[in-house]
């Protein structure tokens, strides 16, 4: 099966700038995540979202990041304005919903640098 | 707020030798899964333990989880360079639905 989808790999922008993940995770799969991953820690949720409704984004700062997930299966998350601590591999997750759930199936990530 | 401490931070090793990391929850746990990160790389799903005291193999590694459902325990037999990288715990406290990852414990195997 075709694993979770995440693009860019790579982004490099300037403090104030805004940027967008996209995430296409893996068919089938009702629940999708957002991580943010700073250097050297686990991943920290920052939104939980179960077909096109959000579970949790009790982490999410949502003075300058956003999130959707229009259609129950893509998913795009965004940064505006970027600041220097943003800098991190923004991670997406899917899996199974409830019982059928063991384990989440992680993207490559995205890695941004605000400078 | 909740949180999951792994030790230790960091842990080298001889090729060979036996590699044991800990994870500790501030809160009870529903159940909590492990996860390998290689260097550059993100997070693979290794397993999941639910039960109070459950153990569960897979080839040479042992997980444990606590009899408090509060620790687990994730121990590799004979460690090989293939090992290299970031393990993570994550905990889903009891009565919630999201998992809270650990601090990781870096394993670097020296040949």
């Known amino acids: 099966e075709a694993g979770v989808a995440q693009s860019p790999r790579y982004k490099i922008i300037e403090k104030r700038q805004s940027v967008a993940f996209w995430c296409n995770p893996i068919s089938g799969h009702a629940t999708l995540y957002w991580y943010q991953q700073i250097l050297g820690q686990g991943p920290k949720l920052l939104i939980q979202?179960?077909?096109?409704?959000?579970?949790?984004d009790s982490q999410l700062p949502k003075d300058r990041f956003s999130a959707e997930r229009l259609k129950g299966v893509d998913s795009t998350l965004k940064i505006q304005p970027a600041k220097l601590e943003d800098s991190a591999v923004y991670l997406c997750?899917?899996?199974?919903?409830?019982?059928?759930?063991?384990?989440?199936?992680f993207g490559s990530g995205t890695r941004l640098t605000v400078v | 707020g909740q949180q999951v401490m792994q030790i230790p931070q960091y842990q080298h090793v001889q090729e060979g030798e036996d590699f044991t990391t800990y994870c500790n929850s501030s809160?009870?746990?529903?159940?909590i899964q492990w996860y390998k990160q290689r260097p550059g790389g993100h997070p693979v799903f290794l397993i999941q333990l639910v039960k109070s005291g459950e153990v569960k193999k897979q080839k040479r590694l042992t997980f444990q989880f606590g009899e408090a459902k509060k620790n687990s325990s994730l121990h590799i037999t004979a460690t090989q360079t293939t090992d290299v990288g970031t393990y993570f715990c994550?905990?889903?406290?009891?009565?919630?639905?999201?998992?809270?990852f650990g601090t990781g414990t870096r394993l670097k195997v020296l040949a």
């Open positions: 997750a899917s899996s199974l919903e409830g019982l059928d759930r063991v384990g989440d199936t």
């Open positions: 979202f179960q077909n096109n409704g959000v579970v949790d």
């Open positions: 809160t009870t746990l529903s159940n």
């Open positions: 994550a905990g889903r406290p009891t009565g919630t639905y999201k998992y809270i």
